[in-house]
T-cell receptor
């Protein structure tokens, strides 16, 4: 299973943008890049996914490097409710292979 | 639309017993996956079912098994419980098995083995 590398933790101020990086140098051509997050005491929640092009949805944006070896999840205005563990996942099959993720702390 | 439901939410068992956990997917979803979450190992894939067939299996011993019914509901069973089986067990459903299908997770069943 292809692996991803994320920082252990990041901190952000409320109302400011947050850029969560992910390295995936061993990505294969058919792997989708998925992001999930897990709020305290909840199951993981889908955030966004992409293959080659940048993607936007109501929750976030996903910027994918041209060589696809890295990507960045962008939360445009962090709120206290965005404090969670964010997982970057390469998906080449139906199973999700979770790494340790990035703990995002949001300060008010 | 109702989300993924899991029952029971909490369970306490003793070593050597067996346990069955249940998962009801979102209506219309035919794929159900199971994950185990522990502080030490994080989230690990157990198995995936689609149309009553196991499509994928993680690296867990045979004590962990599952099945899916014709209405897409799924159960997982753990026999001969060990202390290390204490974990949060999460079920996720999706429309299909494509790489881009979003998975919707339930709240999990917290299993404690004494």
């Amino acid at each position: 299973d292809a692996k991803t590398t994320q920082p252990n933790s990041m901190e952000s101020n409320e109302e400011e943008p947050v850029h969560l990086p992910c390295n995936h140098s061993t990505i294969s051509g058919t792997d989708y890049i998925h992001w999930y997050r897990q709020l305290p005491s909840q199951g993981p929640e889908y955030v966004i996914h992409g293959l080659t092009s940048n993607v936007n949805n109501r929750m976030a944006s996903l910027a994918i490097a041209e060589d696809r070896k890295s990507s960045t999840l962008i939360l445009h205005r962090a709120t206290l409710r965005d404090a969670a563990v964010y997982y970057c996942i390469l998906r080449g099959g139906n199973k999700l292979v979770f790494g340790a993720g990035t703990i995002l702390r949001v300060k008010s | 639309k109702a989300g993924v439901t899991q029952t029971p939410r909490y369970l306490i068992k003793t070593r050597g017993q067996q346990v069955t956990l249940s998962c009801s997917p979102i209506s219309g979803h035919r794929s159900v996956s199971w994950y185990q979450q522990t502080p030490g190992q994080g989230l690990q894939f157990l198995f995936e079912y689609f149309s009553e067939t196991q499509r994928n299996k993680g690296n867990f011993p045979g004590r962990f098994s599952g099945r899916q019914f014709s209405n897409s509901r799924s159960e997982m069973n753990v026999s001969t419980l060990e202390l290390g089986d204490s974990a949060l067990y999460l079920c996720a459903s999706s429309l299909g098995t494509s790489f881009y299908n979003e998975q919707f997770f339930g709240p999990g069943t917290r299993l404690t083995v004494l």
